[in-house]
């Protein structure tokens, strides 16, 4: 896989909801919708997150493991 193939692959951005609760020292689990699917990932966050919570990730710490943010509300 080739930089340009990794990049549209990475998870980072995608909106997803929190399936296991993340606590304070994670790591929760959240279900994104990327690459024409819903995928688990290990989740982790600066604060504790709830479950059924909409977040968005931030950052990819690993190919399994993303860091998210609570979703904005409108």
Do not use: C, K
């Not at 304070?24 to 689990?29: F, M, Q, T």
């Amino acid at each position: 896989m080739d930089a340009a193939d990794d990049a549209e692959q990475s998870p980072v951005g995608a909106i997803g909801r929190v399936t296991v609760s993340i606590p304070p020292n994670g790591p929760g689990e959240v279900l994104l919708a990327i690459r024409g699917g819903t995928e688990a990932f290990a989740a982790w966050a600066e604060v504790p997150i709830a479950r059924h919570v909409r977040v968005i990730v931030v950052d990819r710490t690993s190919a399994r493991s993303v860091v998210v943010e609570p979703f904005p509300s409108p």
